[in-house]
């Protein structure tokens, strides 16, 4: 492991985040924003009776060929193996868009409560940049070392401004203590699963796009087992390592964009996950929310 590779991981087990890799070139940025706005432009209506949003919001990688390969780039693989190992699964892959002056936050959460995966260390997200994410444009913020911890108490808001599903939040938060996270389009940062963390709104004048991939290990599952919280079936997208053989329905990538063989897995992923992130919630859950605003 080179010295810049060590001091990521010693940061990451320290303070459960980093900010500021680089993950993606200028022209990479360019080509992927080119491609999220002509989709918006084009296709908004989206496909197989789901809104563009929702493809946007959740599980993106199941049938938007270009998200999925950004999901196996081997520079952001690369860092990510050096914490999970090598065996490497995309869980998810979403886009996180923040218009100009929009009112959208995101409310302090640990990003795993509502997965079915326990409390495991075994997952961490990617967070890419593909605009500039200032202090401003409503970077994220995380509280160090809050990954140490347990899962702790969510309250279910169901706040209009919120991009969370349930706008779960958690009550007790040091924010004195957040740091921000700021990055330059094609920097990424990374966050565990118990990490506390949130984000405020786009004073900037730009849009603040981001794309978030959710990285688990193979052994996820098994954990969450043990634990009495994993769901009856879940699925993700192997990217490297070896293809795990139970509990898990590998997902090859999309045959092409909006195919109708991936749109009919995609309601099939979205029926099952739905029903782990809605359980105890009081209200219905939406997987998911709308995640832009104007
Ligand atoms: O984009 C944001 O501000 C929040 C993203 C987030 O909560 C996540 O990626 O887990």
Redesign the pocket.
């Known amino acids: 492991m080179d010295h810049d590779m060590t001091t990521t991981v010693s940061d990451f087990r320290k303070n459960g985040f980093v900010a500021g890799l680089p993950a993606l070139s200028a022209e990479q940025v360019k080509t992927l924003r080119d491609f999220i706005e002509d989709l918006e432009a084009n296709h908004a209506e989206g496909a197989g009776g789901h809104r563009l949003d929702q493809f946007f919001r959740v599980n993106g990688h199941v049938v938007i060929p270009q998200l999925a390969e950004v999901a196996r780039n081997p520079q952001i693989l690369d860092v990510i193996e050096s914490l999970l190992g090598p065996d490497l699964l995309a869980w998810s892959v979403?886009l996180?868009i923040?218009e100009p002056g929009s009112t959208k936050t995101?409310s302090w959460?640990q990003?795993i409560t509502y997965w079915g995966m326990g409390e495991t260390d075994d997952e961490v997200?990617a967070?890419i940049a593909l605009s500039d994410v200032s202090v401003e444009a409503?970077?994220?913020r995380f509280i160090p070392g809050s990954h140490k911890g347990g899962l702790v108490e969510h309250n279910d808001t169901f706040s209009e401004d919120n991009?969370?599903s349930r706008g779960q939040e958690i009550a007790d938060v040091r924010e004195a203590e957040a740091v921000h996270g700021p990055l330059k389009p094609g920097e990424m940062s990374l966050?565990h699963g118990r990490c506390f963390?949130?984000?405020g709104q786009n004073k900037s004048a730009d849009r603040r796009i981001?794309m978030?991939i959710r990285y688990v290990t193979p052994g996820v599952r098994d954990h969450a087992a043990g634990h009495g919280t994993a769901p009856e079936h879940d699925w993700a997208m192997p990217v490297r390592g070896e293809t795990p053989r139970g509990g898990w329905d590998c997902i090859a990538g999309p045959r092409g964009l909006f195919h109708p063989a991936d749109l009919a897995l995609y309601d099939r992923i979205l029926e099952g996950q739905s029903k782990t992130l809605a359980a105890g919630a009081e209200n219905d859950v939406g997987m998911y929310a709308t995640n832009t605003a104007s």
């Open positions: 979403e996180f923040k995101v959460h990003d997200t967070w409503g970077c994220m991009l969370l966050h963390h949130a984000s981001g978030a």
